[in-house]
T-cell receptor, first 115, second 115 residues
Framework: NAGVTQTPKFRVLKTGQSMTLLCAQDMNHEYMYWYRQDPGMGLRLIHYSVGEGTTAKGEVPDGYNVSRLKKQNFLLGLESAAPSQTSVYFC??????????????FGPGTRLTVL | AQKVTQAQTEISVVEKEDVTLDCVYETRDTTYYLFWYKQPPSGELVFLIRRNSFDEQNEISGRYSWNFQKSTSSFNFTITASQVVDSAVYFCALISGGGADGLTFGKGTHLIIQP
């Protein structure tokens, strides 16, 4: 039982390049999330998904796109990376529903640097 | 709009001292959930506790205890007889049904336990 895994762990991009971050969970959770963590800012929600085939915007969605084609995977895409997207990205999943929010299980994070 | 405030940016204490981390939240929803997460220097996020808005009982788990007071919108976290291994960044977070389904995090409190 691997929990939540993220690929890659580290990445350096040049401004304008694109990339996709992969999140996978093996706990059969419906809800999945992408957050970014910046120094002194805590974690902020980028996008989330409440089930396969559905996605929604969070607090800071600009510059990112997501897809949830399979229940166990949640992809975060950067179409044209900018230095402001230098951050640590965390994926999380939970077995919450509309009536009850349970704890979110977090992946180990992806450290992204955009030059 | 939801908000979580952790006014203490950094706390430094000597080992074996007790320490309390403050968390004040804002939400218009009557049903909500509060969480505490620990982020040790290795970077992963570790779930500590979940509390819903209808359960104001305080909780104790070993050296950890939590005090939830709806009257002051606070959910404080106390570590008794602190240890060096408690050194980490601690995040308080909030989720409710009225807004996005992701967590709203405070900016975190960096706790330093000196030997």
């Amino acid at each position: 039982n691997a929990g939540v895994t993220q690929t890659p762990k580290f990445r350096v991009l040049k401004t304008g390049q694109s990339m996709t971050l992969l999140c996978a969970q093996d706990m059969n959770h419906e809800y999945m999330y992408w957050y970014r963590q910046d120094p002194g800012m805590g974690l902020r929600l980028i996008h989330y998904s409440v089930g396969e085939g559905t996605t929604a915007k969070g607090e800071v969605p600009d510059g990112y796109n997501v897809s949830r084609l399979k229940k166990q995977n949640f992809l975060l895409g950067l179409e044209s990376a900018a230095p402001s997207q230098t951050s640590v990205y965390f994926c999380a999943s939970s077995y919450s529903s509309q009536r009850s929010y349970n704890e979110q299980f977090f992946g180990p994070g992806t450290r992204l640097t955009v030059l | 709009a939801q908000k979580v405030t952790q006014a203490q940016t950094e706390i430094s204490v000597v080992e074996k001292e007790d320490v309390t981390l403050d968390c004040v939240y804002e939400t218009r929803d009557t049903t909500y959930y509060l969480f505490w997460y620990k982020q040790p220097p290795s970077g992963e996020l570790v779930f500590l506790i979940r509390r819903n808005s209808f359960d104001e009982q305080n909780e104790i788990s070993g050296r950890y205890s939590w005090n939830f007071q709806k009257s002051t919108s606070s959910f404080n976290f106390t570590i008794t007889a602190s240890q060096v291994v408690d050194s980490a960044v601690y995040f308080c977070a909030l989720i409710s049904g009225g807004g996005a389904d992701g967590l709203t995090f405070g900016k975190g409190t960096h706790l330093i336990i000196q030997p």
